[in-house]
């Protein structure tokens, strides 16, 4: 737990050569170890306070590459939040902003992610930042009731990868989302991407006068 009323991790704090999988060398907070099945390791603020994760535009605000990973209640700004090579992750009640980079929130190479009851907004860069990439080798990787808003692009589905045979996999679930004032596409869904129809729902798409659904680079998708 973050005890602090207000609690800062310089981006420049921790090292992890994980990163380098993703582009990056550092992130404010980096789990490369997690936890165990029944005891999470888990990443919260204390009562009343909201912990905050401090990116300074510079690199990732929060590297997640551990199992068993369970942040609750924080704030990550001015940094991206990535779930990479990770599992049993949950990411409950968070909030990601000024991101001034390309993707604000990405999972990537994880399985059994839950994504709940958050906020990201403010993500602009050059008219091509996204708020949220579910990328690729993403397997049981669930999104519910957050809300995504104030984005060059709101939600991308990323493409194939030839080490999988779809990226993200059709158990994506994807449900109860909010999704308003995107500058350009509000939903993508690149090549290759299956979606299933029962597991996209009940979303709203909101003042997003560009596109709200884009899915034109996409083969065999069903959303």
Known sequence: ???????????ASHVDSANADVGASY??????????????LTITSASGTRAIIDGKDIGPGVMVS??????????????EMVIFRASHTQLIGCRIHGVG???????????????????????????????MQ???????VRVQRNTIASADHCVRFAGLDPTFPASPRPDVVFEANVIMACRFEAVRADKG??????????????????TGLSAVSARHCNV
């Open 193 to 210: 991407v299956q979606l299933e129809p029962d597991n996209v729902r009940n979303n709203l798409i909101w003042d997003s006068p560009a």
């Open 101 to 131: 980079r390309q993707v604000a929130l990405t999972v990537a190479y994880s399985s059994n992610v839950s994504i709940a009851q958050n906020m990201i907004f403010d993500v602009y860069f050059n008219s091509r930042a996204v708020a």
């Open 1 to 11: 737990m973050l005890s602090a009323g207000v609690h800062e991790l310089d981006a």
């Open 66 to 79: 551990a199992p068993h990973v369970t942040l609750r209640g924080i704030e990550v700004r001015r940094g």
């Open 134 to 140: 579910i990328g690729r080798g993403a397997v049981g």
């Open 27 to 40: 992130a404010a907070a980096a789990f490369s170890s997690g936890g165990k099945p029944n005891a999470p």
